[in-house]
Protein backbone atom coordinates (compact mmCIF):
# COMPACT_ATOMS: atom_id res chain seq x y z
CA UNK A 1 0.00 0.00 0.00
CA UNK A 2 1.90 3.01 -1.22
CA UNK A 3 -0.75 5.79 -0.28
CA UNK A 4 -0.34 8.52 -2.83
CA UNK A 5 2.72 8.42 -5.25
CA UNK A 6 3.77 11.50 -7.77
CA UNK A 7 6.31 11.60 -10.69
CA UNK A 8 8.51 12.93 -11.23
CA UNK A 9 9.88 14.62 -8.12
CA UNK A 10 12.20 16.89 -9.96
CA UNK A 11 11.93 18.62 -12.87
CA UNK A 12 13.48 21.92 -14.56
CA UNK A 13 11.66 23.61 -17.41
CA UNK A 14 12.35 26.34 -19.76
CA UNK A 15 9.59 29.23 -19.66
CA UNK A 16 6.57 27.80 -22.30
CA UNK A 17 7.65 24.20 -22.23
CA UNK A 18 4.70 21.54 -21.13
CA UNK A 19 4.63 19.23 -18.76
CA UNK A 20 2.18 16.94 -16.93
CA UNK A 21 2.60 15.89 -12.92
CA UNK A 22 1.37 12.05 -12.70
CA UNK A 23 -0.50 11.04 -9.37
CA UNK A 24 -1.90 7.99 -7.89
CA UNK A 25 -3.48 6.62 -5.07
CA UNK A 26 -4.09 3.55 -4.05
CA UNK A 27 -6.40 3.92 -0.98
CA UNK A 28 -9.87 3.69 -3.39
CA UNK A 29 -10.22 7.19 -2.13
CA UNK A 30 -12.71 8.91 -4.41
CA UNK A 31 -11.54 12.93 -3.80
CA UNK A 32 -7.91 13.73 -4.90
CA UNK A 33 -6.41 17.31 -5.05
CA UNK A 34 -3.35 18.80 -6.24
CA UNK A 35 -2.13 22.27 -4.31
CA UNK A 36 1.16 23.91 -4.70
CA UNK A 37 3.43 25.32 -1.92
CA UNK A 38 5.40 28.96 -2.15
CA UNK A 39 7.47 30.04 0.93
CA UNK A 40 5.31 32.47 2.66
CA UNK A 41 2.13 31.63 0.80
CA UNK A 42 1.55 27.82 2.67
CA UNK A 43 -0.56 25.20 0.87
CA UNK A 44 -2.92 27.29 -2.32
CA UNK A 45 -5.19 24.76 -3.86
CA UNK A 46 -4.88 24.35 -8.11
CA UNK A 47 -7.70 21.84 -9.00
CA UNK A 48 -9.42 19.12 -7.15
CA UNK A 49 -11.98 15.73 -8.07
CA UNK A 50 -14.50 15.27 -5.80
CA UNK A 51 -14.98 11.98 -7.69
CA UNK A 52 -14.20 10.29 -10.76
CA UNK A 53 -15.18 12.41 -14.07
CA UNK A 54 -15.81 15.49 -12.16
CA UNK A 55 -12.97 18.03 -11.64
CA UNK A 56 -13.22 21.76 -9.92
CA UNK A 57 -11.15 24.99 -9.91
CA UNK A 58 -9.15 25.91 -6.22
CA UNK A 59 -7.67 28.79 -5.43
CA UNK A 60 -5.20 29.40 -7.85
CA UNK A 61 -5.95 27.42 -11.32
CA UNK A 62 -4.69 29.50 -13.81
CA UNK A 63 -2.20 28.12 -16.03
CA UNK A 64 -3.12 24.74 -15.17
CA UNK A 65 -5.44 21.74 -16.37
CA UNK A 66 -6.54 19.07 -14.68
CA UNK A 67 -7.43 15.32 -15.71
CA UNK A 68 -8.70 12.72 -13.29
CA UNK A 69 -8.03 10.05 -15.91
CA UNK A 70 -9.79 7.32 -13.35
CA UNK A 71 -10.24 6.70 -9.80
CA UNK A 72 -6.93 6.29 -8.63
CA UNK A 73 -4.85 8.78 -10.80
CA UNK A 74 -5.07 12.63 -11.07
CA UNK A 75 -2.84 14.93 -13.33
CA UNK A 76 -1.83 17.94 -13.60
CA UNK A 77 -0.67 19.54 -16.95
CA UNK A 78 1.32 23.04 -17.53
CA UNK A 79 0.89 23.66 -21.08
CA UNK A 80 2.59 26.57 -21.18
CA UNK A 81 5.20 26.57 -17.75
CA UNK A 82 6.32 30.62 -16.81
CA UNK A 83 8.76 31.72 -13.97
CA UNK A 84 5.74 31.88 -11.79
CA UNK A 85 4.92 28.32 -11.93
CA UNK A 86 8.09 27.29 -10.04
CA UNK A 87 6.87 25.73 -6.94
CA UNK A 88 6.58 22.84 -4.65
CA UNK A 89 3.39 20.74 -6.43
CA UNK A 90 1.46 17.88 -4.10
CA UNK A 91 -0.98 15.93 -4.90
CA UNK A 92 -2.89 14.71 -2.07
CA UNK A 93 -6.34 12.34 -1.06
CA UNK A 94 -8.44 12.46 1.99
CA UNK A 95 -10.03 9.70 3.64
CA UNK A 96 -13.64 9.70 4.71
CA UNK A 97 -12.50 11.08 7.96
CA UNK A 98 -10.96 14.28 6.60
CA UNK A 99 -7.41 12.89 7.01
CA UNK A 100 -5.28 14.46 3.68
CA UNK A 101 -3.02 12.66 2.60
CA UNK A 102 0.12 13.83 0.20
CA UNK A 103 2.43 12.36 -1.98
CA UNK A 104 5.79 13.12 -1.47
CA UNK A 105 5.78 16.41 -4.01
CA UNK A 106 7.54 17.41 -7.28
CA UNK A 107 9.97 20.18 -7.13
CA UNK A 108 9.65 22.39 -10.62
CA UNK A 109 11.89 25.05 -11.20
CA UNK A 110 10.91 27.01 -14.48
CA UNK A 111 13.81 29.03 -15.98
CA UNK B 1 -9.96 37.88 6.93
CA UNK B 2 -7.87 34.52 6.06
CA UNK B 3 -9.82 31.35 6.60
CA UNK B 4 -7.03 29.99 8.79
CA UNK B 5 -4.70 32.03 10.22
CA UNK B 6 -1.82 31.19 12.71
CA UNK B 7 1.24 32.62 14.79
CA UNK B 8 3.80 33.43 12.06
CA UNK B 9 6.63 32.05 14.01
CA UNK B 10 9.69 31.09 13.66
CA UNK B 11 9.96 29.58 17.11
CA UNK B 12 13.50 28.55 18.32
CA UNK B 13 13.28 26.89 21.74
CA UNK B 14 15.58 24.76 23.99
CA UNK B 15 15.35 20.98 24.54
CA UNK B 16 12.81 20.21 27.43
CA UNK B 17 10.77 23.84 26.67
CA UNK B 18 7.03 23.91 26.35
CA UNK B 19 5.81 25.25 23.21
CA UNK B 20 2.45 26.64 21.65
CA UNK B 21 0.57 27.87 18.92
CA UNK B 22 -2.60 29.21 17.89
CA UNK B 23 -4.41 29.52 15.37
CA UNK B 24 -7.86 30.64 14.59
CA UNK B 25 -9.93 30.53 11.82
CA UNK B 26 -13.21 33.04 10.64
CA UNK B 27 -15.88 30.12 9.13
CA UNK B 28 -18.02 29.48 12.08
CA UNK B 29 -19.47 26.65 9.99
CA UNK B 30 -15.81 24.51 10.03
CA UNK B 31 -16.68 21.42 11.44
CA UNK B 32 -12.91 19.11 12.13
CA UNK B 33 -9.61 20.42 13.32
CA UNK B 34 -6.38 19.09 12.77
CA UNK B 35 -2.50 19.42 13.29
CA UNK B 36 -0.30 18.30 10.55
CA UNK B 37 3.34 18.48 10.48
CA UNK B 38 5.83 19.00 7.60
CA UNK B 39 9.42 18.40 8.29
CA UNK B 40 11.88 20.29 5.91
CA UNK B 41 11.48 19.00 2.27
CA UNK B 42 9.02 16.64 3.13
CA UNK B 43 4.87 16.49 3.03
CA UNK B 44 2.61 17.14 5.05
CA UNK B 45 1.56 14.60 7.90
CA UNK B 46 -1.60 14.53 9.88
CA UNK B 47 -0.08 15.28 13.65
CA UNK B 48 -3.37 14.77 15.31
CA UNK B 49 -7.09 15.44 15.23
CA UNK B 50 -8.67 18.23 17.66
CA UNK B 51 -11.63 17.48 19.70
CA UNK B 52 -14.59 19.70 21.08
CA UNK B 53 -13.15 18.43 24.35
CA UNK B 54 -9.10 18.82 23.70
CA UNK B 55 -7.21 15.86 23.50
CA UNK B 56 -4.01 14.74 24.46
CA UNK B 57 -1.24 12.06 22.68
CA UNK B 58 1.94 12.01 24.74
CA UNK B 59 3.89 15.26 25.40
CA UNK B 60 1.25 17.04 22.52
CA UNK B 61 -2.22 18.57 23.77
CA UNK B 62 -4.57 19.62 21.15
CA UNK B 63 -7.29 22.53 22.51
CA UNK B 64 -10.65 23.41 20.94
CA UNK B 65 -12.69 26.54 21.50
CA UNK B 66 -15.56 26.63 19.18
CA UNK B 67 -16.60 30.14 20.62
CA UNK B 68 -13.87 31.85 20.01
CA UNK B 69 -13.08 30.21 16.97
CA UNK B 70 -9.89 28.97 18.28
CA UNK B 71 -7.35 26.09 18.08
CA UNK B 72 -4.00 25.77 19.73
CA UNK B 73 -1.29 22.74 20.71
CA UNK B 74 0.95 22.62 23.00
CA UNK B 75 4.14 20.75 22.57
CA UNK B 76 5.89 19.63 26.50
CA UNK B 77 9.24 18.86 26.97
CA UNK B 78 10.44 19.22 23.58
CA UNK B 79 12.86 17.46 21.50
CA UNK B 80 15.24 18.02 19.17
CA UNK B 81 12.63 15.58 16.40
CA UNK B 82 10.24 18.08 17.19
CA UNK B 83 12.07 20.56 15.02
CA UNK B 84 9.63 21.17 11.53
CA UNK B 85 6.34 23.13 10.27
CA UNK B 86 3.35 22.80 12.25
CA UNK B 87 0.00 23.64 10.33
CA UNK B 88 -3.46 24.31 11.28
CA UNK B 89 -6.08 23.06 9.15
CA UNK B 90 -9.60 23.63 9.23
CA UNK B 91 -12.31 21.52 7.47
CA UNK B 92 -16.07 22.57 6.41
CA UNK B 93 -18.77 20.73 4.16
CA UNK B 94 -18.62 22.87 0.79
CA UNK B 95 -22.31 20.88 -0.69
CA UNK B 96 -23.69 17.99 -0.86
CA UNK B 97 -20.66 15.20 0.15
CA UNK B 98 -17.72 17.46 -0.58
CA UNK B 99 -15.34 18.80 2.48
CA UNK B 100 -13.12 21.36 1.69
CA UNK B 101 -9.95 21.70 3.93
CA UNK B 102 -7.97 24.50 4.41
CA UNK B 103 -4.51 25.10 5.54
CA UNK B 104 -2.96 27.64 7.49
CA UNK B 105 0.89 28.80 6.30
CA UNK B 106 2.37 27.19 8.92
CA UNK B 107 4.43 27.91 12.09
CA UNK B 108 8.56 27.34 11.93
CA UNK B 109 9.60 25.39 15.05
CA UNK B 110 13.19 25.08 15.67
CA UNK B 111 14.19 23.22 18.91
CA UNK B 112 18.11 23.83 20.04
CA UNK B 113 20.58 21.68 21.57
Known amino acids: NAGVTQTPKFQVLKTGQSMTLQCAQDMNHNSMYWYRQDPGMGLRLIYYSASEGTTDKGEVPNGYNVSRLNKREFSLRLESAAPSQTSVYFCASPSWSGTQYFGPGTRLLVL | RKEVEQDPGPFNVPEGATVAFNCTYS??????FFWYRQDCRKEPKLLMSVYSSGNEDGRFTAQLNRASQYISLLIRDSKLSDSATYLC??????????????FGKGTLLTVNP
Open chain 2, 27 to 32: NSASQS
Open chain 2, 89 to 102: VVRRNSGGSNYKLT
